[in-house]
């Protein structure tokens, strides 16, 4: 079983970065891959990054490449989510994911979730 805490959401103007993080629980964690998912109000749940078990394969939305970056510290059982260049288009709720299975850019991939931070980019 893993637990996920995301934190570091906010508002920001655009052009601006924020720096999101996931703190996680149970040993689990080393061994499954880890994404970012992202809902705005009235739309789906839309996949941004993903980075594998051992953090040597990461994979990002189109509309993200380029400007965030995702990252995993096994040591201290977190995953982060560097954002930078941000646009109003970037405002959602963020969750971070935990699974094993593929593809990585598959919400049924991940059968851990954790409650969501909020990321807000004005104008």
């Known amino acids: 079983q893993v637990q996920l805490v995301e934190s570091g959401g906010g508002l920001v103007q655009a052009g601006g970065s924020l720096r999101l993080s996931c703190a996680a629980s149970g040993r689990a964690f080393r061994s499954i891959n880890l994404a970012w998912f992202r809902q705005a109000p009235g739309k789906e749940r839309e996949f941004v990054a993903a980075i594998n078990w051992s953090g040597k394969s990461t994979t990002y939305a189109d509309s993200v490449k380029g400007r965030f970056t995702v990252s995993r510290d096994n040591a201290k059982n977190t995953v982060y989510l560097q954002m930078n260049s941000l646009k109003p288009e970037d405002t959602a709720d963020y969750y971070c994911?935990?699974?094993?299975?593929?593809?990585?850019?598959?919400?049924?991939?991940?059968?851990?979730w954790g409650q969501g931070t909020q990321v807000t980019v004005s104008s």
């Open positions: 994911a935990g699974g094993g299975a593929y593809p990585l850019t598959s919400t049924l991939a991940y059968a851990y």
